[in-house]
């Protein structure tokens, strides 16, 4: 039970999604109904920052997990809790479906809810020993070749051990919440998404023998652009923010020092999202 009153919500909407205008406007109608001050911002672009009072108790996230990673960008220094509602199918992240939102916010105004802390990454890029670049996020970064089909060099060291000199199609740095999107798509593994943990997996690697790696969070990952390179290399985190990369670029990754705070869903656990997502058995009624 959490007892903490609260006095202002703000919802983040994804204007892009036809059913977030009038659902962002009875949410926002039923909490002030409350005695509670609520305000909506409507995003469209990725890069707009949201305008986030001092004093915001809970952000309620409409979208899919594009919106709550833009949210938790955002929100990561604020600590304060996003409740997801999923305009669409179930994502890995948006536990929460729209017939659940009133029920859902209740739990929180009412303090019985509970928080899921996930991990977050954060980049740092040096350049002839200048930091040029810093961003967080709450899925991963990808280093990747900017052309199509190209494969790019890197070296990448874990703490001060060098681990090998890697040519491949990219480099995936993943928490793991990250663990079920491109990371998964490139065949690494599934972690539970509440590990202290960071996952490093090679997309298409030149070399079979280099397979995803799990390391302590604690790590601190440095990958070093080669030279020589027969095409652009290009940062991106959380497939957001992009960041063109020169050879001899140095990407230090490690956790951030703050937590996205989720509400989860009281319907499903992360096990059945899973399930549900992944078709596990042929379906729950096979299980």
């Known amino acids: ?33 409350k005695g509670i001050k609520c305000a909506v911002w409507r995003t469209t672009v ?21 919106t709550v990673l833009y949210c938790a960008r955002y929100l990561q220094p604020l600590g304060v809790p996003i409740l997801a509602i999923n305009l ?47 961003a967080h996020g709450l899925n991963e970064i990808v280093v ?19 681990a090998g000199y890697f040519r491949a199609d990219g480099m995936i ?29 090679p997309i298409c690697p030149f070399t079979l023998s280099n397979r995803p790696l799990v390391l302590n969070a604690d790590s601190l990952i440095t990958l070093t652009i080669a030279p020589n390179q027969r095409t652009g290399v290009v940062l991106s985190v959380d497939g957001q923010q992009n960041f063109a990369l020169q050879e001899g670029d140095e990407l230090i990754v490690e956790k951030s020092r703050s937590k996205t705070l989720l509400v989860t869903s009281e319907q499903r656990n992360y096990i059945e999202v899973l399930r549900e997502k992944l078709n596990w058995a042929g379906g729950a009624e096979h299980a």
Not at 11 to 24: C, D, P, T, Y
Not at 56 to 62: A, G, H, P, W
Not at 173 to 201: K, V
Request: aromatic share 6%; hydrophobic share 40%; proline share 2%.
């Open 88 to 134: 669409g199918t179930f994502g890995y992240i948006t536990e929460i479906s729209v017939d659940e939102w009133q029920e859902a916010v209740d739990r929180f105004l009412e303090g019985s809810y509970t928080l899921s802390r996930r991990l977050m990454i954060r980049v740092g890029v040096y350049r002839k020993g200048e930091r040029v670049f810093t």
């Open 144 to 162: 990747s070749s900017s052309g199509i089909s190209k494969v790019i060099g890197m070296s990448l060291k874990v703490g001060e051990t060098h």
């Open 1 to 33: 039970m959490n007892s903490k009153q609260v006095h202002r919500v703000l919802i983040v909407a994804n204007w892009g999604k036809e059913e977030a205008h009038s659902l962002s406007a009875t949410i926002c109608s039923y909490i002030e109904e």
């Open 173 to 201: 740095i993943a928490t793991p919440t990250g663990s079920t999107a491109y990371s998964l798509a490139a065949g690494g593994p599934i972690l539970d998404a509440e590990l202290s943990t960071l996952l490093i997996t």
């Open 46 to 66: 990725e890069q707009d920052k949201p305008i986030i009072a001092a004093d915001t108790d809970l952000v309620i996230c409409l979208g899919g997990d594009g």
